[in-house]
């Protein structure tokens, strides 16, 4: 499940939905002491944190991605943290780097077309070498693995063939590979497919793991909505529940053990029924008063049963 950085109603709602992993972004500068709060809340809540370390239309500097060593030391495993806690076992195991780094949407549009696509593609790797053997080092912790994105959005190679032209041995560094899965089938297999194709024929193993570490369905319950990824933008509650539930079987029958994890996006709606018709406020699980949204709800609570 994605949620947020709040300490109280949220770890709580993820608890009772019946989540066991929480997706939670931070910024890459944040330091452990202001992690700390909200990993401890959710570990409270018997919920483990998969932090994502963001940063948004830029590129980190090896400084930065460096200091994601300190995460891992305090969050890990034995980490310190967890010296006088009891919820040892939640301690972290991933940390996602980035969130959409190589899509347009955070660059002015700058997709796999731009000038400066591969270089950002080269930068992010460089980075994300630097933070994974920070992590790996004598001030990180080796029980925690780092997470790249290998998916732009479509099926060209652009991204995956600019990361492994600045890192050739970037797959050696890689815990698993993270996508986002929006859409039907004609939208999320391309996608998953282009991912094991690509990163495959630059050497990477099979064995890596692939996170799907966000995939919803806007519902506003039968109200039209501005667009929906391509499924029907007007989908009532459960509509939407009956979609889930077929997109996440399709996915795992496809790729099998090959899926470590898929994320619902995300908690609750960031606007009141009715309130507009942008998609982007209506992906929640719960509405945004925190009340369930029907038959959506209770299939998101079933699939969490069944795959927490």
Same mark, same amino acid.
């Given at each position: 499940?994605?949620?947020?950085?709040?300490?109280?109603?949220?770890?709580?709602?993820?608890?009772?939905?019946?989540?066991?992993?929480?997706?939670?972004?931070?910024?890459?500068?944040?330091?452990? =002491?202001?992690?700390?709060?909200?990993?401890?809340?959710?570990?409270?809540?018997?919920?483990? +944190?998969?932090?994502?370390?963001?940063?948004?239309?830029?590129?980190?500097?090896?400084?930065?991605?460096?200091?994601?060593?300190?995460?891992?030391?305090?969050?890990? *495993?034995?980490? *310190?943290?967890?010296?006088?806690?009891? /919820?040892?076992?939640?301690?972290?195991?991933?940390?996602?780097?980035?969130? =959409?780094?190589?899509?347009?949407?955070?660059?002015?549009?700058? #997709?796999?077309?731009?000038?400066?696509?591969?270089?950002?593609?080269?930068?992010?790797?460089?980075?994300?070498?630097?933070?994974?053997?920070?992590?790996?080092?004598?001030?990180?912790?080796?029980?925690?693995?780092?997470?790249?994105?290998?998916?732009?959005?479509?099926?060209? $190679?652009?991204?995956?063939?600019?990361?492994?032209?600045?890192?050739?041995?970037?797959?050696?560094? +890689?815990?698993?590979?993270?996508?986002?899965?929006?859409?039907?089938?004609?939208?999320?297999?391309?996608?998953?497919?282009?991912?094991?194709?690509?990163?495959?024929?630059?050497?990477?193993?099979?064995?890596?793991?692939?996170? +799907?570490?966000?995939?919803?369905?806007? *519902?506003? $319950?039968?109200?039209?909505?501005? /667009?929906?990824? #391509?499924?029907?933008?007007?989908?009532?509650?459960?509509?939407?529940?009956?979609?889930?539930?077929?997109?996440?079987?399709?996915?795992?029958?496809?790729?099998?053990?090959?899926?470590?994890?898929?994320?619902?996006?995300?908690?609750?709606?960031?606007?009141?029924?009715? /309130?507009?018709?942008?998609? =982007?406020?209506?992906?929640?699980?719960?509405?945004? $008063? #925190?009340?369930?949204?029907?038959?959506?709800?209770?299939? +998101?609570?079933?699939?969490?049963?069944?795959?927490?």
């Amino acid at each position: 499940m994605v949620g947020g950085r709040d300490t109280g109603a949220g770890p709580l709602a993820i608890h009772r939905l019946g989540a066991r992993i929480a997706r939670i972004e931070f910024s890459i500068d944040s330091s452990p =002491e202001q992690l700390a709060p909200v990993i401890g809340a959710y570990a409270e809540r018997g919920v483990r +944190v998969l932090p994502l370390a963001g940063f948004i239309g830029r590129v980190p500097s090896a400084a930065e991605a460096a200091h994601l060593a300190s995460w891992a030391a305090a969050f890990g *495993s034995s980490g *310190s943290f967890w010296r006088h806690r009891r /919820e040892r076992a939640l301690a972290v195991r991933e940390i996602e780097f980035g969130n =959409e780094t190589s899509y347009g949407d955070q660059f002015g549009g700058c #997709g796999p077309s731009c000038r400066g696509y591969a270089r950002r593609a080269g930068a992010y790797a460089r980075a994300f070498t630097t933070a994974a053997r920070a992590i790996a080092g004598p001030r990180g912790n080796t029980h925690v693995g780092l997470l790249a994105q290998a998916d732009y959005g479509g099926q060209g $190679d652009e991204w995956v063939r600019g990361m492994f032209k600045a890192a050739p041995q970037l797959a050696r560094r +890689v815990a698993g590979w993270t996508v986002h899965a929006y859409g039907p089938r004609a939208r999320w297999q391309p996608r998953l497919d282009a991912l094991i194709h690509q990163t495959a024929a630059m050497g990477a193993r099979a064995g890596i793991p692939i996170y +799907v570490t966000e995939l919803g369905l806007a *519902s506003d $319950d039968g109200r039209c909505l501005s /667009e929906n990824y #391509g499924w029907n933008p007007c989908m009532s509650y459960a509509q939407a529940g009956r979609t889930l539930r077929s997109t996440v079987a399709a996915i795992r029958a496809r790729y099998g053990m090959r899926i470590r994890s898929i994320l619902i996006y995300s908690l609750a709606d960031l606007a009141p029924p009715g /309130e507009n018709s942008d998609r =982007e406020n209506y992906f929640g699980v719960l509405r945004a $008063d #925190g009340g369930a949204k029907g038959a959506y709800t209770t299939a +998101v609570r079933t699939l969490l049963h069944a795959h927490p």
